[in-house]
């Protein structure tokens, strides 16, 4: 009961500070991130919120974006819904300011930051990882499902319950083209019950008496990529049969005519051609970390952050689930998550380096918990981007984390996940690979601590220079009165302070989820 009155306290501190129920479009939740959408940005106070002790940070993107970290979120967003449903009912519209007036300033500044910002190729990765992320749930929990039922058969154990975890592990990874063909139709403005449909001939065993292109179909060929295109051209053809068909006839011949087009194009073209562009991810991945293992390994973990930055992180997201899919899990995540290792043996450097910056050191102490269990937003928002050199020397812990896994790839000792989301110490129970699972932990491990040794090292040494330790080595804690009206005391200067670099451009796509 207490953590439901914490987690109700959160959501009546916030409503207000983003200009109450009346001013809340939309409301929506990733996994560490509340999303709302505004009628009038004008009115939210980002100091503020920032303040709360619940918000790790706050980041504005096509939706405004409350960082609450993981699990938290996910019960505050409930509450706060609740708490803008009771507003709007006990309180009538203000007629000082019409809905037309809210929406017309809403829309004005929507244009303007899109306008500025906003990509055609960025937009199109947000949809894909919009389709994509409400799966992590389902793989995180039959990743490690999986993780366990594989212990227990290499031991021997419970050999009458292991069949039962392997259904339960491999149910869902069986049928992720159907919920991916669903999300697809949502996402992309169709019904998403067609989009799912579609989707379901892909993996109907059915298809592998069907030969197309000289060779037999078999069931999941195309995976998730070809149920990602199954269900675009769904959408495509239900949006153009409801412009032609009488409204009369619209409920029998629409879902009829989609499902028959799609679907014969589906089998007779996107699975085979699906198909080979997963084979062609997954061979060249194999191939990649077989050759050039330690150099790639050093090139994706030191790149990781900047993409991240950047919004581009959201193309992998398919190429992760492909591979899953194939092979059993992914063996690009355990290198990228080697770019939260460098950022907390960044941030732990910063701690030592600014002894004299109490607000800075307190927000490391607060942060480094979640950045070892790898939510890498609050150490980014708070620590390295503010500072700008961190955030680079970050990158390069990560990098040489990054090389160390990619060279025992090379060697031959497979490294992967069997789940995309979590990383640092939160990815050892969804570690899986060739070899035994002690010698793929240990792996993982040493990738680890190369990174946090790494990280600390460059940014000790070259993370700062005169001029920012002139800065920042200070006391910035804020007066008793106003850490007493704000409920705490705020957080570290945020990334517009400093514009060093690293410093992303503010308002862009690339402040997406930071789960490093």
């Given at each position: 009961m207490a953590t439901e009155d914490k987690n109700r306290a959160t959501a009546a501190a916030i409503l207000p500070l983003v200009g109450g129920a009346a001013n809340v479009r939309s409301i929506a939740h990733c996994m560490t991130r509340l999303r709302l959408g505004l009628h009038d940005r004008s009115l939210v106070d980002d100091e503020a919120l920032k303040a709360l002790p619940a918000v790790m940070g706050v980041v504005e993107d096509d939706t405004y974006q409350i960082v609450l970290g993981p699990g938290t979120v996910a019960r505050v967003t409930p509450e706060f819904e609740q708490l803008v449903e009771e507003s709007r009912e006990a309180a009538p519209t203000p007629v000082a300011v019409s809905a037309e007036e809210l929406a017309a300033q809403g829309a004005a500044i929507k244009a303007q930051q899109k306008a500025k910002n906003a990509t055609p190729f960025k937009l199109f990765l947000r949809r894909i990882a919009n389709i994509f992320v409400p799966l992590i749930p389902a793989l995180i929990g039959c990743g490690i499902i999986a993780g366990l039922n594989g212990l227990l058969v290499n031991l021997g154990w419970l050999p009458a319950v292991t069949p039962a975890l392997a259904a339960m592990a491999s149910g869902f990874m069986a049928l992720i083209a159907v919920f991916v063909g669903y999300n697809t139709a949502k996402e992309f403005g169709g019904t998403p019950i067609l989009g799912g449909a579609v989707a379901a001939i892909i993996v109907f065993p059915g298809v592998a008496n069907i030969d197309a292109f000289g060779q037999t179909l078999s069931p999941g060929q195309g995976g998730v990529l070809g149920a990602l295109g199954a269900a675009v051209l769904a959408v495509y053809v239900e949006k153009w049969c409801r412009r032609w068909v009488p409204e009369a006839l619209d409920v029998l011949v629409t879902p009829t005519l989609t499902v028959l087009i799609s679907g014969l194009v589906t089998i007779f073209g996107l699975m085979y051609v699906a198909g080979e562009v997963s084979s062609a991810i997954g061979t060249f991945a194999d191939w990649l970390l077989s050759n050039g293992g330690a150099g790639a390994g050093f090139?994706?973990?030191?790149?990781?952050?900047?993409?991240?930055?950047?919004?581009?992180?959201?193309?992998?997201?398919?190429?992760?689930?492909?591979?899953?899919?194939?092979?059993?899990?992914?063996?690009?995540?355990?290198?990228?998550?080697?770019?939260?290792?460098?950022?907390?043996?960044?941030?732990?450097?910063?701690?030592?380096?600014?002894?004299?910056?109490?607000?800075?050191?307190?927000?490391?102490?607060?942060?480094?918990?979640?950045?070892?269990?790898?939510?890498?937003?609050?150490?980014?928002?708070?620590?390295?981007?503010?500072?700008?050199?961190?955030?680079?020397?970050?990158?390069?812990?990560?990098?040489?984390?990054?090389?160390?896994?990619?060279?025992?790839?090379?060697?031959?000792?497979?490294?992967?996940?069997?789940?995309?989301?979590?990383?640092?110490?939160?990815?050892?129970p969804l570690l899986d690979g060739n070899h035994a699972l002690g010698s793929t932990i240990a792996i993982y491990g040493a990738g680890l601590l190369v990174g946090y040794v790494a990280g600390f090292l460059a940014t000790y040494f070259f993370g700062f220079s005169k001029d920012l330790l002139t800065e920042f080595n200070v006391s910035q804690d804020p007066a008793p009165s106003t850490v007493a009206a704000a409920g705490g005391p705020h957080p570290a200067p945020d990334a517009d302070r400093t514009g060093g670099p690293g410093s992303p451009d503010p308002g862009s796509p690339e402040k997406a989820p930071a789960r490093v």
């Open positions: 090139v994706l973990g030191g790149l990781f952050l900047p993409l991240v930055m950047l919004g581009l992180h959201q193309a992998l997201i398919p190429i992760h689930t492909t591979l899953i899919e194939q092979q059993g899990f992914t063996v690009l995540l355990p290198i990228l998550a080697m770019a939260g290792a460098g950022q907390v043996g960044a941030a732990m450097a910063v701690y030592f380096r600014l002894p004299r910056n109490e607000s800075i050191r307190r927000t490391i102490k607060s942060a480094l918990p979640a950045g070892l269990l790898g939510v890498g937003e609050p150490l980014i928002y708070g620590v390295s981007l503010p500072l700008g050199r961190p955030f680079i020397t970050a990158c390069v812990g990560g990098a040489f984390g990054g090389g160390v896994v990619g060279l025992f790839n090379q060697l031959g000792d497979t490294v992967g996940s069997t789940a995309i989301g979590p990383s640092g110490w939160a990815l050892f």
